[in-house]
């Protein structure tokens, strides 16, 4: 089913299209890998030129944005053209948990929150360098079965940490990633060859530009290059991480004009209301004055800017798959980590809510054996990556993981490397038809990435106002400022033949047991699709311990259909 939010902007954006602008400059850049000797002949690798080069197993490129939103599709027009009506729209993938270091860490180790460490992990409350670096990740699953892996971009939050400080990059055969993703003119990467070199590479401005979005794009394009034209016959996996349009979200030096200047935040029904019902740190929120209003707009207008220059890096690596002749021969995956919201429910900016905005994200596949155009609205999600990967590559998905493989449901033509119609699953309605949503507040995070309360980083409480530069917080912020104690949290998102539900239980201790949560909030989509209305105390008991029951033992579960409990 059409998403509401989806059908919300494909409205608005038949009256504020933007034109397509080229955004994405390939300069030159220092080589990051050891210089292979190119060849124009053929080997077991397959043909150049005219024909198409074929590898004993189908190459990889996962594209992981940071903070999109659905709605900020509207500024990448290639992208759309390239991939969603060249491939398969998952219509309800989902994440489960909408901040940046747990969901990441979900992707890469198929597991579910309450599996990589969750709640006392060290980022964002999940054990992340562990789980990206377990034998059983993706990256080292996929290398220790014959992949070679590059990695560009932003992986986790802490990489900075592992990447540049400890120069680890376990189960990865080469990586080039900037040490502070935040810093979109970075200068300082990690880089780490396919012979095991590992170094720091500090870029010289006056030479290249050190534009974080261009930058990991070159990168990503040269490896593919290097590693085909290298004529051994190895598949790859290469793994694409921009930044954008994460705040800063700065767009492209050269990206001078704001095309998007006509073009306001979101003002979708739900936007800069009121909702009491909702949560503490929700339901006493004041409304959105004209000032914060106009940050949010600007806001939007650069989120979407920044998206240009990703929409030309995907386009890029389209086209160098494409003169390769490995295009056919290569799935290609676009998600983000989550979503976002710009003043829905009188939350300025941010992630972390279990409501659609933030748990829904803009997901396409392209490759061998999917449909051009189709739609699959299955409820999947980031923990079932890794095992889609590995099963599509024809590797046995380790036992640990409990997402599951969505190959049976994408892949409906027979290809040279997977046939949908062996024993994995029978039909769509095997599937599950609720996805598990965990979060625990992290507590010093913002619910504003715009600064709009910002007037000075030497203010008191780091800079943070409450509506005016004149009244800065005393000793405690208000609850709706901060990612407070009472949006701790865990939820199923239901959508069957007769429901199509939010739940979610609320404890600020991570306690839920006996529904002994302090809050609950349940949304009957069909009837609230922007969810305004909870409905949990005029549901009936019995309906109320049977969704506590399903949540309970959903959140409990490990292993996927590989041996595990895990829907």
């Excluded at 932003?154 to 990633?177: I, L, P």
């Excluded at 889609?388 to 493989?405: E, F, N, Q, Y």
């Amino acid at each position: 089913l059409p998403h509401p939010i989806e059908e919300f902007w494909r409205r608005f954006f038949t009256m504020h299209a933007p034109p397509i602008l080229l955004s994405f400059v390939v300069l030159a850049i220092a080589t990051c890998t050891a210089t292979a000797h190119l060849s124009a002949q053929p080997n077991n690798g397959g043909e150049v030129g005219g024909g198409k080069r074929v590898t004993s197993k189908p190459n990889f490129v996962l594209i992981q944005t940071d903070d999109q939103a659905r709605w900020d599709m509207m500024s990448m027009n290639k992208t759309a053209k390239l991939l969603e009506a060249q491939g398969v729209s998952l219509t309800n993938y989902m994440v489960n948990t909408p901040i940046c270091c747990p969901s990441r860490t979900e992707v890469f180790s198929g597991r579910y929150y309450h599996n990589i460490g969750a709640p006392t992990g060290k980022c964002m409350h999940v054990n992340s360098e562990q789980w990206v670096f377990d034998k059983d990740s993706l990256f080292s699953t996929l290398t220790s079965n014959g992949y070679l892996t590059g990695v560009f971009g932003k992986v986790t939050n802490d990489q900075g940490t592992y990447f540049c400080g400890q120069q680890r990059a376990d189960g990865m055969t080469t990586v080039s990633s900037p040490c502070d993703y935040n810093d979109f003119y970075g200068s300082r990467y990690f880089v780490k060859l396919a012979n095991g070199t590992k170094y720091v590479e500090k870029l010289n401005p006056k030479l290249e530009t050190t534009y974080q979005t261009s930058q990991i794009g070159n990168r990503t394009v040269e490896w593919i290059n290097e590693v085909v034209k290298a004529e051994k016959g190895e598949p790859f996996f290469a793994y694409l991480g921009p930044h954008a349009p994460h705040y800063p979200a700065d767009p492209a030096p050269w990206q001078t004009e704001n095309i998007f200047s006509h073009v306001p935040a979101p003002r979708t029904p739900n936007w800069n209301q009121s909702c009491p019902d909702k949560h503490a740190s929700i339901a006493g929120n004041p409304p959105l004055d004209a000032n914060a209003t106009l940050f949010l707009d600007h806001q939007h207008q650069i989120r979407l800017l920044s998206l240009l220059s990703v929409d030309d890096v995907i386009e890029a690596v389209y086209n160098a798959l494409q003169e390769l002749n490995i295009l056919d021969n290569t799935y290609i995956i676009f998600t983000s980590d989550h979503g976002y919201h710009l003043g829905q429910w009188r939350v300025p900016s941010s992630k972390m809510l279990p409501y659609d905005t933030d748990i829904f994200v803009t997901t396409f596949m392209r490759g061998p054996g999917i449909s051009a155009g189709s739609t699959m609205d299955s409820m999947v999600g980031n923990v079932d990556v890794a095992p889609t990967v590995l099963d599509l590559a024809g590797i046995d998905i380790p036992k640990g993981m409990d997402g599951r493989s969505m190959a049976k449901l994408v892949v409906t033509e027979s290809n040279m490397f997977y046939d949908p119609q062996r024993d994995r699953l029978e039909t769509a309605s095997d599937w599950r038809d609720a996805f598990l949503i965990e979060y625990n507040s992290v507590g010093h995070f913002d619910n504003s990435h715009t600064f709009m309360w910002w007037p000075s980083h030497d203010a008191d409480f780091h800079g943070h106002q409450i509506r005016s530069p004149g009244a800065p917080c005393a000793k405690k912020c208000p609850h709706w400022w901060l990612d407070g104690p009472s949006n701790t949290y865990r939820g199923l998102r239901l959508h069957n033949a007769t429901h199509n539900l939010l739940y979610a239980e609320f404890n600020p201790d991570w306690k839920f047991v006996n529904q002994s949560a302090n809050f609950h909030e349940l949304y009957d989509i069909s009837k609230d699709p922007y969810q305004m209305t909870n409905i949990y105390s005029s549901t009936s008991s019995t309906v109320q311990v049977e969704l506590h029951q399903q949540l309970q033992s959903y959140a409990a579960c490990s292993g996927g259909d590989q041996s595990g409990n895990c829907p």
